[in-house]
């Protein structure tokens, strides 16, 4: 997984084990899933997703056999990357049955429910505005809701959800959500956020208030925990018909 520079940011890379949480979902705005509160059973549908024991990414449900993520948790990148690009990113794909799905709220009690049985992605060798996949799972996963996608358009502040880490020197593994959280700026592929999300966290969800996904989590600061820490979010809305058509099982194209 690439750790270097990538627009200015890193890739939000692979965390490791659980850790403490608060109780109280107090100073929402202040708190980034970094130093936020547990989910405590709010989003089901999240999951932790194991890459082959080496990494941790986080992924949502939206249909009983799909797991929707970023692409740089399912695929192998250059070691640096930056935007715009000036060379290829992807470098190649990890096989679906390295992706363990797991529910839970901590990965120390969390199950294991379903590998994966094939990966879909963009059709192009970039991650920059195109850091999106689904991972067809090898059966369906009952008793859990799927959530929902949505647009962006008129979306001013998201919620964060993901396993990753509390802050830069903390471990990953507990699912924490953060609320309120503005969106500071967008272009026609991706949003930017402040501090929110860290290692572990990828792939994660941005949550309207619904409760629809309207971004996963692309990349952010170094350190996550900084004041002036950003995060990135790849748009759910840009992607609609590759989303639309893998459900529906037609060509993507990707």
């Known amino acids: ?7 200015g940011f890193v890739l939000l890379a692979l965390g490791a084990c659980s850790s403490p949480a608060p109780d109280a979902d107090t100073d929402a705005e202040r708190d980034p899933i970094v130093g936020g509160s547990a989910d405590r059973g709010k989003d089901p549908a999240v999951v932790a997703i194991d ?3 080496e990494g941790l990414c986080t992924g949502s449900l939206i249909g009983p056999r ?3 993520t970023a692409r740089h948790c399912v695929s192998q990148t250059a070691d640096t990357v930056t935007c715009p690009a000036r060379t290829p990113q992807i470098e190649g794909e990890r096989p679906a049955d390295t992706f363990t799905i797991f529910l839970g709220e901590d990965l120390r009690t969390a199950k294991p429910v379903a590998i994966g049985k094939r990966v879909l992605v963009p059709d192009s ?3 920059c505005e195109q850091d999106l996949a689904l991972i067809e799972l090898d059966r369906a996963i009952r008793g859990v809701t799927p ?3 949505a647009s962006l358009s008129g979306v001013k502040v ?3 959800v993901g396993f990753g880490r509390r802050g830069s020197t903390t471990d990953a593994g507990k699912k924490m959500t953060r609320s309120n959280v503005p969106v500071l700026s967008a272009s026609s592929s991706e949003f930017q956020v402040g501090r929110l999300s860290c290692s572990g966290d990828s792939g994660g969800p941005a949550l309207d208030a619904k409760g629809r996904i309207v971004g996963v989590v692309s990349r952010g600061s170094a350190d996550c925990s900084a004041r002036g820490a950003r995060n ?5 809305d840009a992607f609609h018909t590759f989303i639309d058509r893998a459900l529906k099982g037609k060509p993507t194209n990707g």
């Open 51 to 53: 890459i082959g024991g």
């Open 125 to 127: 060798d970039l991650l």
């Open 147 to 149: 959530l929902g996608l």
């Open 158 to 160: 998201v919620r964060g």
């Open 1 to 7: 997984m690439n750790r270097d520079c990538f627009l």
């Open 232 to 236: 990135i979010y790849t748009r759910v």
């Open 66 to 68: 799909w797991v929707l």
